[in-house]
Nanobody, 127 residues
Framework: QVHLVESGGGSVQAGGSLRLSCAAS????????MAWFRQAPGKEREGVAAIAGRGSPTYADSVKGRFTMSKDNAKNTLYLQMNSLGPEDTAMYYC?????????????????????WGQGTQVTVSS
């Protein structure tokens, strides 16, 4: 089992920033495809960003240029730096992990590949 715990959510005004963290209970996060998803009320779950042991992060078009995903392998921690936040970014944000890097790499922002999920952290952006 893989346990993921998100933190860092909160309420901010439009234009502000937040940094989300995801602590993973695995020995080496580089052996997993790690991702951030979000879901707002009435909307489908959306892949935000994903990264594997090698390569650069993949971002959804809606967050490119504003969000930055990174990993600290030594701390087994995933981060999502969110800048220039707007009300459209309001959602529950989830950390996820896939144990199969190769199948996930085909469509890294598709939720079906991810078998492990955190409890979520709420992000609310006011105008």
């Amino acid at each position: 089992q893989v346990h993921l715990v998100e933190s860092g959510g909160g309420s901010v005004q439009a234009g502000g920033s937040l940094r989300l963290s995801c602590a993973a209970s695995v020995s080496d996060v580089s052996t997993y495809y790690m991702a951030w998803f979000r879901q707002a009320p009435g909307k489908e779950r959306e892949g935000v960003a994903a990264i594997a042991g090698r390569g650069s992060p993949t971002y959804a078009d809606s967050v490119k240029g504003r969000f930055t995903m990174s990993k600290d392998n030594a701390k087994n921690t995933l981060y999502l730096q969110m800048n220039s936040l707007g009300p459209e970014d309001t959602a529950m944000y989830y950390c996820a992990a896939s144990s199969n890097i190769w199948v996930t790499s085909r469509e890294p922002l598709r939720s079906i590949w991810y078998g492990y999920w955190g409890q979520g952290t709420q992000v609310t952006v006011s105008s």
